[in-house]
T-cell receptor
Framework: EAGVAQSPRYKIIEKRQSVAFWCNPI?????LYWYQQILGQGPKLLIQ????????DSQLPKDRFSAERLKGVDSTLKIQPAKLEDSAVYLC????????????????FGPGTRLLVL | KNQVEQSPQSLIILEGKNCTLQ??????????LRWYKQDTGRGPVSLTI?????NTKSNGRYTATLDADTKQSSLHITASQLSDSASYIC???????????FGKGTKLSVIP
């Protein structure tokens, strides 16, 4: 079974530039997550999709971050403009979770995109 | 506020020794607790998921315990191997909620 794919693996940009990350979840997984993981910390949820609808984006800095999941499969996360503090690993994960009552679903993570903002 | 606290922050052990990592949480109401292993430069990989009614769950040399009354969990690693060197992250899901609360992780280093 193919895992969660992410690209690029690494990205270096200057502050105020724009950047986009791509994620292809495991086939059939309804739920897709984007996380930001700053060095030495646990992942922080940015946005959660179920199919192509957003179910939680409460921690997404909407003035500069945006995400979409057209057709309920692939997803892109964009930062525009980037700040120094956006330097982090951006993890994409997917799961079979459908609805709030599912309790045993496993999240499968991609390898992440490591972003460095100079 | 929902929180997950892990201890120790980092740990160094000799190959072949056992170790135990701790996780305390305040998430309520509780649905399940997960332990993930994250190798350097990789995404987290699920080790165990435990619900309210489960006290212990094993995955090879990894054994997780859960005390839902005291809101504590532990991950015990038996006969450690060099490949166990990683960060171990405790994650708690609230009942009736989409949200997962992540701990900051324990960085384990196994040395020969």
């Amino acid at each position: 079974e193919a895992g969660v794919a992410q690209s690029p693996r690494y990205k270096i940009i200057e502050k105020r530039q724009s950047v986009a990350f791509w994620c292809n979840p495991i086939s059939g997984h309804a739920t897709l997550y984007w996380y930001q993981q700053i060095l030495g910390q646990g992942p922080k949820l940015l946005i959660q999709f179920q199919n192509n609808g957003v179910v939680d984006d409460s921690q997404l800095p909407k003035d500069r971050f945006s995400a979409e999941r057209l057709k309920g499969v692939d997803s892109t996360l964009k930062i525009q403009p980037a700040k120094l503090e956006d330097s982090a690993v951006y993890l994409c994960a997917s799961s079979l979770e459908v609805g709030r009552k599912t309790i045993q679903e496993t999240q499968y993570f991609g390898p992440g995109t490591r972003l460095l903002v100079l | 506020k929902n929180q997950v606290e892990q201890s120790p922050q980092s740990l160094i052990i000799l190959e072949g020794k056992n170790c135990t990592l701790q996780c305390n949480y305040t998430v309520s109401p509780f649905s399940n607790l997960r332990w993930y292993k994250q190798d350097t430069g990789r995404g987290p990989v699920s080790l165990t998921i435990m619900t309210f009614s489960e006290n212990t769950k094993s995955n090879g040399r990894y054994t997780a315990t859960l005390d839902a009354d005291t809101k504590q969990s532990s991950l015990h690693i038996t006969a450690s191997q060099l490949s166990d060197s990683a960060s171990y992250i405790c994650v708690v899901k609230g009942a009736g909620s989409y949200q997962l609360t992540f701990g900051k992780g324990t960085k384990l280093s196994v040395i020969p």
